[in-house]
């Protein structure tokens, strides 16, 4: 966000996170955040990873600048299996040929 910064941005993501069952959020602007919104994004707390068991910030506050500058999101790495798309079923036939799916 470009604009006068507040801790009603970080509300608004909190209440995104919320909706979206999301455990970590950031918030990039162009500005530094204010000190109301350090303490907004310090009251969510932390998300513990159980991939892990590390803890992260749930709500994360970075400038583009610190982007540009190498500054990395803080987040679970992502070595553990994907948990949010179901398998497709395999297709059936002989080895090396193509198969048809059977539904």
């Known amino acids: ?3 006068k910064l507040g801790p009603d941005f ?6 995104v996170l919320d909706v979206e069952r999301a455990q970590i959020g950031v918030l990039i602007t162009l500005k530094e ?3 109301p919104m350090r303490a907004a994004a310090a009251s969510a707390g932390f998300y513990t990873s159980p ?4 803890a992260y910030p749930r709500v994360q506050l970075v400038t583009v600048g610190e982007l540009l500058d190498n500054r990395t999101i803080q987040y679970p790495a992502s070595s553990h ?3 949010t ?8 036939g002989d080895a090396g040929q193509q198969g048809r799916l059977e539904l």
């Open 1 to 3: 966000t470009a604009g």
């Open 10 to 15: 970080v509300r608004d993501l909190l209440g």
């Open 33 to 35: 955040a204010t000190g």
């Open 51 to 54: 991939w892990d068991g590390k």
């Open 81 to 83: 299996t994907n948990v």
């Open 85 to 92: 798309h179901q398998r497709a079923q395999r297709a059936k």
